[in-house]
């Protein structure tokens, strides 16, 4: 079905090409697929597109992650934008992943799986662009991970944004960062089965990892507002049946190997990297710039947040409050909707 006739349905697509890519790491893969999902219909101009860049274990469907932010009278209504989440590469969402066969030996990727930085991802996402048609972005948006892929963009091609609404994300990560994410693949490498060629090789060392993730991702005051525990109680606690709870639930839907990867992806982001350093690559930013913190983020504080404003050329700092942490980019719908608005008009109702 041709994109500019899907409407308000949400329909999921697939992007193939055989181009040799070639990897910030050296590395060249012959080709890669991406999975898709759009909402809403290119305009005439094809002026009005929202491209939506997914964190960590999401996926390309950004109603299902994020609904208080995309529908009819919400901020992105796909009666007037055309609304794009693509699943980065290396997730196991339908885009090239750890999962799949290696050209080469005819066998999954597994542990050998040439991992993407974002700004691999960021360039993979350019041949999908050109073959929809698309000269201009109205509006770039993504947290964490995704806000890391949106900057890449942004730095590659100066021209294609109108606007980028970067969220919870950073420059370059931080060592802190990059020690919790050393600490969650250390809990996968000790899975005994991790070494296995096997899709649900080292589910058990992930489960642990996502629980130590989890910490970082909330704070001091989303576990005592959420969690609390009658003072007769000696153990079984509710924080430690939530730790694993929320173990338990990413390994139904996600698989080590991806997890493996995508967070070394997430520890190599460095916008200065072969740009004469951060500050020279964030001032060839030309889209007017949007960057939202979260007052309690202790894993992206707001110190990286306020950095990427004060060198992005054309750049406004707003920090929201929020007792959830760093994720309160996927949960403070209205605080968000509020001062995207007010800063670029996108309009409540049409």
Not at 31 to 50: A, M, P, Q
Not at 54 to 83: C, Q, R, Y
Request: aromatic share 12%; proline share 5%.
């Amino acid at each position: 079905m041709p994109l500019t006739e899907v409407g308000s349905v949400l329909t999921h697509h697939i992007f193939k090409t055989d181009e040799m890519f070639l990897m910030e790491s050296g590395k060249t893969i012959p080709g890669f697929h991406l999975h898709y999902s759009t909402i809403g219909k290119l305009n005439e101009t094809r002026d009005n597109v929202i491209w939506i860049f997914h964190a960590l274990t999401a996926n390309s469907n950004p109603v299902e992650w994020w609904p208080g932010m995309i529908g009819k009278g919400l901020l992105f209504d796909p009666e007037h934008h055309f609304i794009i989440c693509v699943n980065m590469p290396g997730s196991c969402y339908g885009s090239t992943g750890p999962l799949d066969l290696d050209p080469e030996t005819g066998e999954p990727w597994y542990r050998q799986f040439p991992f993407f930085t974002p700004r691999d991802m960021a360039r993979a996402y350019r041949p999908l662009k050109d073959e929809l048609g698309i000269r201009k972005i109205y509006l770039g948006i993504g947290g964490s991970m995704g806000g890391q892929q949106l900057i890449e963009w942004a730095i590659e091609e100066p021209q294609l944004f109108e606007f980028i609404v970067p969220i919870a994300t950073n420059a370059f990560h931080s060592s802190w960062g990059r020690a919790f994410n050393a600490s969650q693949r250390l809990c996968i490498e000790n899975d005994p089965t991790w070494h296995k060629n096997n899709a649900n090789a080292g589910l058990e060392g992930m489960k642990v990892a996502r629980s130590l993730a989890l910490i970082s991702y909330r704070h001091y005051s989303a576990y005592e507002v959420t969690q609390e525990d009658a003072p007769e109680l000696l153990e079984n606690f509710r924080s430690e049946s939530y730790q694993r709870y929320q173990g338990e639930k990413l390994a139904k839907r996600f698989n080590a190997f991806s997890y493996y990867f995508l967070s070394k992806g997430m520890d190599s982001h460095h916008v200065g990297r072969g740009r004469g350093g951060a500050i020279a690559a964030l001032k060839t930013i030309m889209a007017k710039t949007l960057v939202i913190g979260i007052e309690t983020d202790i894993l992206f504080p707001v110190s990286e947040q306020a950095f990427l404003a004060e060198h992005i050329p054309v750049a406004q700092l707003h920090v929201i409050s929020s007792f959830y942490g760093h994720d309160g980019f996927l949960l403070e719908y209205d605080k968000i909707t509020s001062v995207i608005r007010a800063y670029t008009g996108i309009a409540e109702k049409r």
